[in-house]
């Protein structure tokens, strides 16, 4: 099947039945998208594909194919996302393991919701867990992205 | 205990022992540096240490490059807890380099980057910035001093009449950079001895400091164990016992090799290995293994009836942990009237002399649940093996893979990586998923990364311990304390282990820490903490606080309960109770005047409080609560107060508070693994929940001003939360919840 991700072709054959996080990780090497939970409970395997939030732990490669996935890798060529600059001026991370998942959860609501409410944060990232409760910093990086984006 | 008057002076040639080279590739300056064993004397006294060992070459803490790089070797693990920024904040503050010049790299496994305390190479029991102030501090003095000395023979002036400045030597109006003199600074002669800045001149020490690692965490190239990729790697995924303790009877690899990228089926000490050329061919491979199980020595288990046989026990005497005056004719009364579990307003009446309360509190197993599962990769060389993982345990683990292997301990070189979490986890006393990963490796003829599920994690053992705490107390006829008596029911996490010597006397520290040792007991005059030490064979582990995760919610929640029967303020009688303990009080009190407690909180909640000492920090919370309709406890606002003596990095502080706090409230309203049949019956985030975004309150930290020597932050937020939320639980509904997570009966 052909995958269309961060911009790039890739021709890959992989089994039918292998999801697009495990496509992502262990045969292209894009590992910055993350295992956590395997069944879409935890968030941390977030990618966009045709700019909407797809949990690739359990979404199809094969489902996907010829759209645009996004992962983490591709957000930007600089690191320099209004949410990544938002993430480093509040010193969002901590472990990091989740954070991949939490900014394109972000960057897919605030492409949404350009002025996202707290209700709307909290429905945008209830799916992505956070072990070491990076929360509060997340919610507050959420509302200056968009204000970073909005003076862009 | 505060620092002495004049720290200032290391002398080198008796403290330490120290090396440097020229062995960087373009040139460069190496620091190592070696504080022999007993620092914890060395720091704070003057005593000569024993004879330092010598130290291998690898032995660095500091390289500063030619191209004006400066990269930092952490002794210890980066865990999402910040020793990546605050190790290299001590080495500048003496350093006086170019923060934006700083690297920072995991130190390889190797005795000399051994724990200052515990020896081992480790990170654990919130102990990484006292093991290192003084150690990554004298790295940057020395440093400094030599770069100095190289710039003063470069000009001919005396190094005494040149100072730094962010990188630069300056002498008038020569400047050099640190870079350019790192070749010559590395040809010198030591210094005899080193000056370290005195507290009141830091000016890195204290200052709110961003990570150092955020570049690489948002951009997803952070290397974790996980991520690691080498030419030719295999994965696997390893079917264990549904038991603990059992075995392979016989197993039937045939469907598992036919699925496609199979490559590996076979038998190790822990169950069956499947290895494939990635995740998906071995999961899908284990999915169709047959294996037959041997039952493990307990399968039964049946975790709701050993609670209550917990609670039979705590009927009973144990051993003594601390025990003070004559508790058993104190707590003799003619009218006792034990609380129940149903207790409800309004308060008991205030206190007849001599009426014993008494109450028991439970907590379940918990699983960690990092986010990044388990993972080791192992790879087999010519002269032994190289391993990848995220470790909190570095030297033993690198001893255990030898063991496997039959090498050499030096024979094994273990990288550290990112650690996606670990809250003592990644802490092993066995170093399970380290030796499987060898084992695994033992059984295939290429690299292998050996990856846990998430359900492999939440089935896999190594839990916070079950733990029933018994309590009784007895107020004098004026509500003060007189005789308090706990007798705590919970599984030894330190027996069996390499750190069985640390139980004394049948008491392991790690199971009354934070009860034996607290305030409040040492109040009452007639006191007594005891410990029934039992062992139903589920293994168990150091979790984020340890004992403490326990202890601070039974003897919190019973401070307030018996503020409540002597129809006290919670408040009032916490600082009467504690009226020895200042530090302690000062703590809860910064918490509670922040929280405006004693002002009506907003409508429909209620707060509660709790203070706590840990790892050498004392920390107090202000839980402010509500019920909604459906019964669930909502956590809306936590102010929280900490004293952790010298605070490195306060952004860091803050951050261990807000994350100690949703660690402990996951705990405190969901957090429950249930064994029935001797199997674990939850699997994944769907039956163990964690808490979510929506979910965190709004947390208030405040960091009290200190100079007194630092205690630990990554642990210390934890254990209050619980009691605070139960003592706000009480105050908004009259009901008292002494059983974690925290549930009303009739929801």
């Given at each position: 099947?052909?995958l269309?991700?961060?911009?790039?072709?890739?021709?890959?054959?992989v089994?039918?039945?292998?999801?697009?996080l495990?496509?992502?990780?262990?045969?292209?090497?894009?590992?910055?998208?993350?295992?956590?939970?395997?069944?879409?409970?935890?968030?941390?395997?977030?990618?966009l594909?045709?700019?909407?939030?797809?949990?690739?732990?359990?979404r199809?490669?094969?489902?996907?194919?010829?759209?645009?996935v996004?992962?983490?890798?591709?957000?930007s060529?600089?690191?320099?996302?209004p949410?990544?600059r938002?993430?480093?001026e509040?010193?969002v991370v901590?472990?990091?393991?989740?954070?991949?998942?939490?900014?394109?959860?972000?960057?897919?609501?605030?492409?949404?919701?350009?002025?996202?409410?707290?209700?709307?944060?909290d429905?945008?990232?209830a799916?992505?867990?956070?072990?070491?409760g990076?929360?509060q910093?997340?919610?507050?990086?959420?509302?200056?992205?968009?204000?970073?984006?909005?003076?862009? | 205990?505060?620092?002495?008057?004049?720290?200032?002076?290391?002398?080198?040639?008796r403290?330490?022992?120290?090396k440097?080279?020229a062995?960087v590739?373009?040139?460069?300056?190496?620091?190592?540096?070696?504080?022999?064993?007993?620092?914890?004397?060395?720091?704070?006294?003057?005593?000569?240490?024993?004879?330092?060992?010598?130290?291998?070459?690898?032995n660095?803490?500091?390289?500063?490059?030619?191209?004006?790089?400066?990269?930092?070797?952490?002794?210890?693990?980066?865990?999402?807890?910040?020793?990546?920024?605050?190790?290299p904040m001590?080495?500048?503050?003496e350093?006086?380099a170019?923060?934006?010049?700083?690297r920072?790299?995991?130190?390889?496994?190797?005795g000399?980057?051994?724990?200052?305390f515990?020896?081992?190479?480790?990170?654990?029991?919130s102990?990484?910035?006292?093991?290192?102030?003084?150690?990554?501090?004298?790295?940057g003095?020395?440093?400094?001093?030599?770069?100095?000395?190289?710039?003063?023979?470069?000009?001919g002036?005396?190094?005494d009449?040149?100072?730094?400045?962010?990188?630069?030597?300056?002498c008038?109006?020569r400047?050099?950079?640190y870079?350019?003199?790192?070749?010559?600074a590395?040809?010198?002669?030591?210094?005899?001895?080193?000056?370290?800045?005195?507290p009141?001149?830091?000016?890195?020490?204290?200052?709110?400091t961003?990570?150092?690692?955020?570049?690489?965490?948002?951009?997803?190239?952070?290397?974790?164990?996980?991520d690691?990729?080498?030419?030719g790697?295999?994965?696997?995924?390893?079917?264990r016992?549904?038991?603990?303790?059992?075995?392979v009877?016989?197993?039937?690899?045939?469907?598992?090799?036919?699925?496609?990228?199979?490559?590996?089926v076979?038998e190790?000490?822990?169950?069956?290995?499947?290895?494939?050329?990635?995740?998906?061919?071995?999961?899908?491979?284990?999915?169709?293994?047959?294996?037959?199980?041997?039952?493990?020595?307990?399968?039964?288990?049946?975790?709701?009836?050993?609670?209550?046989?917990?609670?039979?026990?705590?009927?009973?005497?144990?051993?003594?942990?601390?025990?003070?005056?004559?508790v058993?004719?104190?707590?003799?009364?003619?009218?006792?009237?034990?609380?129940?579990?149903?207790?409800?307003?309004?308060?008991?009446?205030?206190?007849t002399?001599?009426?014993?309360?008494?109450?028991?509190?439970?907590?379940?197993?918990?699983?960690?649940?990092?986010?990044?599962?388990?993972?080791?990769t192992?790879?087999?060389?010519a002269?032994?093996?190289?391993v990848?993982?995220?470790?909190?345990?570095?030297?033993?683990?690198q001893?255990?893979?030898?063991?496997?292997?039959?090498?050499?301990?030096?024979?094994v070189?273990?990288?550290?990586?990112?650690?996606?979490?670990?809250?003592?986890?990644?802490a092993?006393?066995a170093?399970?998923f380290?030796?499987?990963?060898?084992?695994?490796?033992?059984?295939?003829?290429?690299?292998?990364?050996?990856?846990?599920?998430?359900?492999?994690?939440?089935?896999?053992?190594?839990?916070?311990?079950?733990?029933?705490?018994?309590?009784?107390?007895?107020?004098?006829?004026?509500?003060g304390?007189?005789?308090?008596?706990?007798?705590?029911?919970?599984?030894?996490?330190l027996?069996?282990s390499p750190?069985?010597?640390?139980?004394?006397?049948?008491?392991?520290?790690?199971?009354?820490?934070?009860?034996?040792?607290?305030?409040?007991?040492a109040a009452?005059?007639?006191h007594?903490?005891?410990?029934?030490?039992?062992?139903p064979?589920?293994p168990?582990?150091w979790?984020?606080?340890v004992?403490?995760?326990?202890?601070?919610?039974?003897?919190?929640?019973?401070?307030?309960e018996?503020?409540?029967?002597?129809?006290r303020?919670?408040?009032?009688?916490r600082?009467?109770?504690?009226a020895?303990?200042?530090?302690?009080?000062?703590?809860?009190?910064?918490a509670?005047?922040?929280?405006?407690?004693?002002?009506?909180?907003p409508?429909?909640?209620?707060?509660?409080?709790?203070v706590?000492?840990?790892?050498?920090?004392?920390?107090?919370?202000?839980?402010?609560?509500?019920?909604?309709?459906?019964?669930r406890?909502r956590v809306?606002?936590?102010?929280?107060?900490?004293d952790?003596?010298?605070c490195?990095?306060?952004?860091?502080?803050?951050?261990?508070?807000?994350?100690?706090?949703a660690?402990?409230?996951?705990?405190?309203?969901?957090?429950?693994?249930t064994?029935?049949?001797?199997?674990?019956v939850?699997?994944?985030f769907?039956?163990?929940?964690?808490?979510?975004?929506?979910?965190?309150?709004?947390?208030e930290?405040?960091?009290?001003?200190?100079?007194?020597?630092?205690?630990?932050?990554?642990?210390?937020?934890t254990?209050?939360i619980?009691?605070?939320?139960?003592?706000?639980?009480f105050?908004?509904t009259?009901?008292?919840?002494?059983?974690l997570?925290?549930?009303?009966?009739?929801?």
């Amino acid at each position: 099947m052909r995958l269309l991700v961060n911009g790039q072709k890739h021709d890959v054959a992989v089994p039918g039945d292998m999801p697009l996080l495990w496509v992502l990780r262990d045969v292209l090497g894009l590992t910055g998208t993350k295992y956590g939970c395997g069944m879409a409970q935890c968030g941390a395997c977030t990618v966009l594909v045709d700019g909407s939030p797809v949990r690739s732990c359990v979404r199809r490669a094969a489902t996907v194919a010829g759209r645009a996935v996004t992962t983490i890798e591709g957000l930007s060529p600089r690191g320099d996302h209004p949410v990544q600059r938002a993430w480093t001026e509040l010193d969002v991370v901590q472990c990091g393991y989740c954070q991949s998942g939490q900014i394109m959860a972000a960057v897919a609501l605030l492409e949404a919701k350009p002025k996202p409410s707290d209700a709307d944060i909290d429905a945008a990232l209830a799916g992505n867990i956070c072990r070491c409760g990076t929360y509060q910093r997340i919610r507050g990086a959420v509302h200056r992205a968009a204000e970073l984006m909005e003076g862009a | 205990m505060r620092l002495p008057a004049d720290s200032s002076r290391t002398d080198l040639s008796r403290r330490a022992f120290l090396k440097r080279s020229a062995m960087v590739a373009g040139g460069g300056l190496v620091v190592g540096f070696f504080v022999p064993p007993g620092l914890r004397r060395l720091v704070f006294a003057q005593e000569s240490p024993a004879a330092a060992p010598a130290m291998p070459p690898a032995n660095a803490f500091l390289r500063i490059g030619s191209d004006e790089s400066v990269t930092i070797l952490l002794a210890h693990s980066e865990m999402g807890q910040g020793v990546w920024t605050t190790l290299p904040m001590l080495v500048n503050e003496e350093l006086d380099a170019d923060w934006s010049r700083f690297r920072v790299e995991h130190a390889p496994a190797a005795g000399a980057y051994g724990h200052t305390f515990f020896k081992i190479q480790m990170t654990g029991g919130s102990t990484t910035t006292s093991s290192e102030l003084d150690r990554y501090r004298q790295v940057g003095a020395v440093a400094r001093s030599l770069l100095l000395a190289a710039a003063g023979a470069r000009w001919g002036v005396a190094p005494d009449g040149c100072r730094t400045e962010n990188g630069f030597v300056v002498c008038g109006a020569r400047r050099a950079s640190y870079g350019s003199l790192a070749e010559a600074a590395a040809k010198l002669p030591l210094p005899a001895s080193v000056s370290l800045k005195r507290p009141e001149d830091w000016k890195v020490i204290g200052k709110p400091t961003r990570r150092l690692d955020m570049p690489e965490k948002i951009t997803g190239r952070a290397q974790f164990g996980i991520d690691v990729r080498l030419p030719g790697l295999l994965t696997a995924v390893v079917a264990r016992p549904p038991t603990f303790g059992g075995k392979v009877r016989r197993f039937d690899a045939a469907a598992a090799k036919a699925v496609p990228g199979v490559r590996a089926v076979f038998e190790i000490p822990s169950g069956v290995a499947v290895a494939g050329e990635h995740f998906w061919a071995a999961k899908r491979g284990r999915d169709a293994l047959e294996v037959e199980w041997e039952p493990g020595p307990h399968p039964d288990t049946d975790s709701g009836q050993l609670r209550e046989s917990y609670r039979e026990q705590a009927q009973t005497a144990g051993a003594e942990a601390k025990s003070a005056g004559d508790v058993a004719r104190a707590l003799v009364a003619p009218d006792a009237t034990p609380l129940t579990s149903q207790s409800t307003r309004p308060p008991l009446p205030p206190l007849t002399p001599l009426l014993p309360l008494i109450a028991e509190y439970a907590v379940p197993y918990l699983a960690h649940a990092p986010m990044e599962p388990l993972n080791c990769t192992v790879r087999r060389t010519a002269q032994g093996c190289e391993v990848w993982t995220g470790t909190q345990f570095q030297t033993v683990d690198q001893h255990r893979v030898a063991e496997v292997f039959g090498l050499e301990t030096a024979q094994v070189v273990l990288h550290t990586t990112f650690l996606g979490g670990g809250f003592g986890r990644r802490a092993n006393i066995a170093s399970d998923f380290v030796v499987e990963a060898a084992h695994v490796a033992k059984g295939v003829d290429r690299p292998v990364k050996l990856i846990w599920t998430r359900e492999d994690d939440i089935r896999g053992g190594y839990y916070r311990p079950m733990a029933v705490h018994r309590l009784e107390a007895v107020l004098d006829g004026q509500g003060g304390p007189l005789g308090w008596r706990q007798r705590i029911v919970t599984q030894s996490i330190l027996a069996g282990s390499p750190f069985a010597t640390f139980i004394q006397n049948g008491i392991d520290p790690t199971a009354v820490e934070g009860a034996a040792d607290s305030p409040y007991v040492a109040a009452f005059p007639h006191h007594r903490v005891e410990l029934h030490a039992v062992d139903p064979g589920v293994p168990v582990l150091w979790w984020r606080s340890v004992g403490h995760s326990h202890t601070a919610f039974a003897v919190e929640s019973f401070v307030d309960e018996l503020a409540h029967a002597a129809g006290r303020d919670p408040l009032e009688f916490r600082r009467v109770l504690l009226a020895r303990a200042p530090r302690v009080r000062a703590v809860l009190e910064l918490a509670a005047g922040k929280a405006g407690w004693g002002s009506p909180p907003p409508k429909g909640r209620a707060r509660g409080l709790a203070v706590h000492e840990s790892f050498g920090s004392i920390v107090a919370q202000v839980a402010e609560v509500a019920v909604d309709p459906e019964r669930r406890i909502r956590v809306h606002r936590v102010v929280c107060a900490i004293d952790c003596g010298i605070c490195v990095n306060p952004l860091g502080v803050r951050a261990q508070m807000e994350s100690g706090i949703a660690f402990g409230l996951t705990a405190a309203l969901y957090g429950e693994l249930t064994l029935r049949e001797g199997r674990v019956v939850e699997s994944n985030f769907h039956d163990y929940r964690i808490l979510r975004l929506p979910e965190m309150p709004q947390v208030e930290v405040h960091i009290v001003e200190s100079r007194e020597k630092p205690g630990g932050a990554g642990e210390p937020g934890t254990p209050p939360i619980a009691p605070a939320v139960a003592n706000a639980v009480f105050a908004l509904t009259g009901e008292r919840l002494r059983e974690l997570p925290l549930r009303f009966a009739d929801s």
